[in-house]
């Protein structure tokens, strides 16, 4: 698979005019080798890899490493790429943009004619092969089955804090290495934040219950937000939860190759703009997970005019926040297939779940 990987990237270099690319992106370096270690570059020529690291690194590379040979640095990791291109005869380098920071742009070797390139190992992390998405199928699993276990032992008197960390331990003794972002847990009037980690706030009777939470299994993420309420909740709560629901649901139905990021944000907007709610919703509607919580296809906002294309796994995740009062927020995540969208996570209920409050 990591070969398969490599050889996509190398045929890149033809289109691009590169003799060669470093990347210097931790997270590509393992799309594209398996290599998990840090503060190591790749250089990528048309016939050949190196994994420039460092002896902290030499034995974790011989179990991870089988596509690219490994070369250890003594005088930094950019300055053996560079040598590395005199010995090889590579004068057109590519270098990662986005990742690549200013100080270390600075200390790249001068022999080197060094091209900022975007998005080039990102663009291929967009379209998941089996084995990835294998992996993000069972953190899904994973999560949903910490969400079923919070379900069962939330009650009023526990704080956030203690809620989202019973759930991050009880995913990671199903086999996650840990949340794949801070975890939220938003009650009562803090629910209107979207993205209100959780604190030392006591749960109370009545209160709505944003969790918007995911793991990581073997590198790969799962991103996924229920709303619920312990004991009944305000009537707006009740009212607000079926618009969202609904929103959700036409984004489902609307996922499809070739359907653009903007579409896909418009319909979640232009239905809830016409339930009266838009001002209450103010963020993008989803984006793509795999390696990293937040990649492409991109963020869906207004300016993504970029069409989804099978292979591709993003969340859709409208919300309405009701400032004082709390919000609602529903975030499933889909596999683009090659006629629609597939569900990876379970279906939310049609009305929002109410937790019955022990006696
Ligand atoms: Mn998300």
Redesign the pocket.
């Given at each position: 698979m990591a070969n398969e990987r490599l050889q996509h990237l190398q045929a890149k270099l033809q289109t691009q005019e590169l003799d060669a690319m470093l990347v210097t992106d931790a997270t590509n370096i393992t799309y594209l080798t398996g290599f998990t270690g840090e503060e190591s570059a790749l250089l990528v020529s048309a016939t050949h890899a190196w994994l420039i690291t460092d002896s902290r690194f030499t034995e974790q590379v011989k179990v991870e490493v089988t596509n690219a040979e490994m070369v250890l640095h003594q005088a930094g990791v950019l300055a053996e790429a560079g040598t590395l291109a005199t010995t090889h005869a590579l004068h057109r380098i590519g270098f990662e943009a986005e990742t690549l920071v200013y100080a270390a742009y600075a200390k790249l070797p001068a022999t080197v004619e060094w091209i900022a390139t975007t998005n080039l190992v990102a663009q291929l992390r967009e379209v998941k092969d089996a084995t990835e998405l294998a992996l993000i199928q069972r953190a899904i699993e994973i999560a949903e089955a910490g969400y079923q276990h919070v379900l069962a032992t939330i009650q009023p008197g526990m704080t956030e804090a203690a809620v989202a960390l019973d759930l991050e331990v009880y995913m990671r003794q199903l086999g996650a290495s840990g949340p794949s972002f801070e975890t939220i847990v938003a009650s009562g009037a803090r629910s209107a934040m979207p993205h209100g980690a959780a604190t030392d706030k006591v749960i109370e009777a009545g209160d709505v219950v944003t969790l918007d939470w995911g793991c990581v299994y073997h590198g790969y993420m799962s991103?996924l937000t229920r709303t619920f309420a312990v004991g009944e909740p305000d009537p707006q709560i009740r009212a607000i939860y079926k618009v969202v629901y609904a929103a959700n649901a036409r984004v489902t139905a609307l996922m499809a190759p070739g359907v653009t990021g903007r579409a896909i944000n418009d319909c979640a907007h232009g239905f809830i703009d016409a339930a009266g709610y838009g001002q209450y919703f103010g963020h993008g509607t989803g984006?793509g997970i795999g390696l990293s919580i937040h990649e492409g296809p991109g963020a869906w906002g207004v300016y993504n005019q970029v069409g989804q294309v099978p292979g591709n796994v993003e969340?859709n995740?409208p919300g309405i926040y009701l400032p004082g009062i709390g919000g609602v927020r529903i975030?499933d995540d889909l596999l683009i297939t090659a006629d629609g969208a597939q569900l990876l996570s379970t279906p939310a209920p049609a009305e929002i779940l109410v937790v019955k409050v022990s006696d």
């Open positions: 991103d984006h969340t995740e975030e």
